[in-house]
């Protein structure tokens, strides 16, 4: 018995000693672990009082001072190591964050932060960083941070009401953020209001477009014989002379109209084909618009653009039937059957003055283009270039719904239709013009079905022709409220710049007279 208590109490002794031992290793951890707050703690101190001496409120957070110090490279591969909590410092104000919600999306600035082997790779896409708090410092506006920070969290990125879209956009650049992780809910009003700044933005560039003149005194009067005519809104005289182009075209389209009647028509006192005081007129205008024309092209600082516009060919175009109508009549032919007869020697002869006949008829129709001058002066027609311009697409879909309706229409009436003798419907090409007509709701009455189904089929043609025209026109007619509303800020910033520019001068110029007052010696 004795021997067996001997044993046990040995035993006994043993796993005493193995006890105490492991409660002073887990001693010893702990008190391991509390030193290392207690130095982390000292770390943070130290650091508040480099940063901010004698001041105990820390409100708004700078860009931290520990940026260069010998530790930080290990500081920053243990926080990695720990999964210490992130502090985005964004303009002063703290976001708090793990390293884990930031490698969500690694192809971001802050994801690629997340994925930084080094704190020489991080620094990159940083402005600073402090590690003693593992605090990362962006010099950056932090009103639309929230909505970004958000985004790592859920996944989803949403606009806030109050916020800017453009300086959301601007922030999403920052963050390498790409919109199409936008939600569909704010999708759409950030891509409407964007792409509305951007023909803005796109307005302005071309408003303040490169306009370089040679220096001295012949580069300045061609900006100003530039200004004269090619910008309105630059002084009285440009207005004026904007006034006086405005009305030779008007004029001249009432002399196209008037020149048509038969009271004129039948006239012998003819100039060029054209009643004498009508011809008279023309001459006028038209050489207004001739040297309207080669004085733009002689003072425009760059002639590759000048014949890039459509505006300037447009002019070009307005002038020249009326100088080949001059040279035609020059040559001797009549615009006339009689003198045909008389002046053609055999069937040869005739031939050609036929076609400089309708050679001339041709030429004299061309004049109809100087209506489209009126673009020029008139911020509604711009608007409406910009707008057929930018909606092709959606007039390209508004033909094609056109079409394919005309195509089933008129074969399905041609096909009721064609059977009857009394019907109208003789070719497939008159099936077409009713469908065409029917479906733009204009109907003519010259060709009309008379069949019970055929009456069904335009009931049919004419609801879809309805459909198909009013499903685009709100898109068009939205696109055009923009490009006018550009248009009028276009011609508004154009007017304040060019009052600025006159006062601006005027004063130099009285600057310049006094100087040369004073430095006249007095009598």
């Not at 065409?436 to 709701?441: A, L, S």
């Not at 068009?476 to 248009?487: P, V």
Request: glycine share 6%; with cysteine.
């Amino acid at each position: 018995m004795c021997l067996c208590d001997r044993g046990t109490a040995q035993h006994s002794e043993t796993y005493l000693s193995l006890f105490s031992e492991m409660a002073q290793e887990a001693q010893i951890q702990d008190l391991i672990r509390t030193l290392n707050n207690l130095a982390r703690e000292l770390e943070l101190l130290v650091d508040r009082t480099r940063s901010k001496p004698g001041s105990g409120d820390r409100k708004v957070e700078s860009a931290p001072a520990s940026i260069t110090e010998r530790g930080s490279e290990k500081d920053f591969t243990r926080h990695k190591a720990l999964n210490t909590p992130v502090r985005l410092n964004v303009g002063g104000k703290v976001f708090p964050a793990t390293w884990r919600m930031l490698s969500q999306v690694p192809e971001t600035k802050l994801g690629k932060i997340s994925e930084s082997r080094s704190l020489e790779e991080a620094l990159i896409q940083c402005d600073g960083y402090n590690s003693a708090r593992n605090e990362f410092y962006f010099n950056r506006r932090n009103k639309n941070f929230t909505d970004i920070l958000e985004f790592y969290r859920t996944g989803s990125l949403h606009i806030s009401d109050d916020c800017c879209v453009i300086a959301f956009a601007q922030d999403l650049q920052y963050w390498d953020i790409s919109e199409h992780h936008m939600e569909t809910c704010c999708l759409k009003r950030f891509s409407e209001v964007k792409d509305h700044l951007d023909w803005d933005y796109q307005s302005a560039n071309k408003e303040v477009d490169d306009e370089y003149f040679p220096p001295g005194p012949g580069g300045r009067l061609q900006k100003r014989v530039w200004d004269l005519f090619e910008k309105p809104h630059t002084s009285i005289g440009a207005r004026i002379i904007a006034v006086f182009s405005v009305l030779c075209i008007v004029i001249s389209t009432i002399i196209l109209t008037l020149n048509t009647l038969p009271t004129f028509q039948n006239n012998t006192e003819k100039i060029a084909g054209d009643y004498w005081i009508f011809a008279i007129i023309e001459m006028m205008y038209m050489s207004w618009f001739t040297i309207e024309f080669f004085v733009r092209l002689i003072s425009c600082p760059d002639k590759i653009k000048f014949f890039k516009k459509l505006m300037n060919w447009i002019d070009l175009l307005a002038i020249i039937p009326y100088f080949v109508t001059i040279i035609i009549y020059a040559f001797g032919w009549a615009d006339s059957e009689e003198t045909t007869d008389l002046n053609a020697e055999n069937a040869n002869d005739v031939r050609r003055i036929a076609q400089f006949f309708r050679l001339l008829r041709i030429v004299k129709t061309l004049r109809i283009i100087r209506i489209f001058k009126l673009a020029r002066h008139s911020t509604g027609l711009q608007a409406l270039g910009h707008t057929m311009r930018s909606n092709y697409k959606e007039l390209g879909l508004l033909i094609l719904f056109l079409g394919m309706g005309a195509i089933m229409f008129s074969s399905l009436v041609y096909v009721f239709e064609n059977d009857n003798s009394e019907s109208s419907f003789r070719t497939m090409l008159d099936a077409y013009w009713w469908a065409i007509i029917t479906m733009t709701t204009v109907g003519y009455g010259d060709v009309y079905p008379i069949t019970g189904l055929g009456k069904v089929v335009g009931t049919f043609c004419a609801v879809f022709g309805v459909l198909v025209i009013g499903l685009p026109i709100p898109i068009i007619g939205s696109s055009f409220n923009n490009f006018y509303a550009r248009e009028k800020r276009r011609e508004k910033i154009a007017i304040e710049r060019a009052k600025e520019g006159s006062s601006l001068a005027y004063k130099q110029t009285r600057v310049v007279k006094e100087q040369n007052g004073k430095s006249q010696p007095k009598v």
